[in-house]
């Protein structure tokens, strides 16, 4: 009894302290498409996000928000999402020619870092503290997914299909568990990770009954951040799978988020309106 009494306090506190948490704009409304996406934060604070201005290209924009053209992708690829290995090492997931990238900061040299064919399209990214890539790979045709795991050795391999609509995935930053959700579904899966990177005891982390998922952070302290699209919120879940509070934002479409690297702030990529919005935590 205690403990229900002790969690619904908490949820009461955390709800009241989101109310307080407010969006504002980081980028100009308009400059980026509507197939904004992927925000990440390098290693000095820069946010990278894809298709500033126009399909096909990252934007890369300061800590103080002001925005430029970082590089326009070769060979028709558009990204998707963005994560960072090593210091000047970018990934980005090119759903389009069925790739993931990898782009050094410093030259903004495009490699092929690794291509599957039977991918879908790889959509969100997530990055394990040995730097071994996971990625979501939905079939938005028939409501289905895969998930891959990639690796420079090994290039793609396939962890699970036929799944529902994955989209978001994440990995705790203790390298120990994989989340993934399902978009069309509104479910969000949790893994262990274990040896050689592979999958175990998949469970049901939470699920909603309305509005879609889209891509998701952790932040220092395990809480997962979910984009709600169409609902225009995050969602804070704990690493229990306790819903704290929903974060309202000025857009409706909000499709990823990053932090910034103290976790004093987050950046949402809003579709509905074309630039990144910021949350001051």
Known sequence: MKKNISLA????????????????????????????EGPATDYTGNIYAVNFEEQGTIGKI???GESSLFIKLPNGSIGNGIRFGKKNQMFVADYVNHNILEI????????????????????????????????SDPNWSDNTGKLWKI????????LEDKMGT???????HDGKKLYVNESIQRKIWVYDIVKNDLLKNKQEFISFEDFGLDGMRCD??????????????IAVISPEGVLLKEIKLKGKKPTNITFSN????????IADRGCIEVVKL
């Open 9 to 36: 306090l908490l949820f009461l506190l955390m709800n009241s302290c989101s109310q307080q948490l407010q969006s504002s704009d980081f980028t100009i409304e308009g400059s980026f498409t509507d197939g904004i």
């Open 62 to 64: 300061t800590s103080s």
């Open 104 to 135: 050094d900061l410093k030259s903004k040299k495009v490699e092929v870092f690794a291509n599957e064919l039977k991918a879908n399209q790889p959509n969100d990214i997530a990055i394990s503290p040995n730097k071994t890539l996971y990625a």
């Open 151 to 158: 690796t420079k050795e090994k290039g793609f391999e396939l």
């Open 166 to 172: 994955t989209n978001g995935i994440e990995v705790s």
């Open 220 to 233: 220092e302290n395990g809480n997962l951040y979910v984009c709600r699209y169409e609902k225009g919120t």
């Open 262 to 269: 103290d976790y004093k702030k987050c950046y949402i990529t």
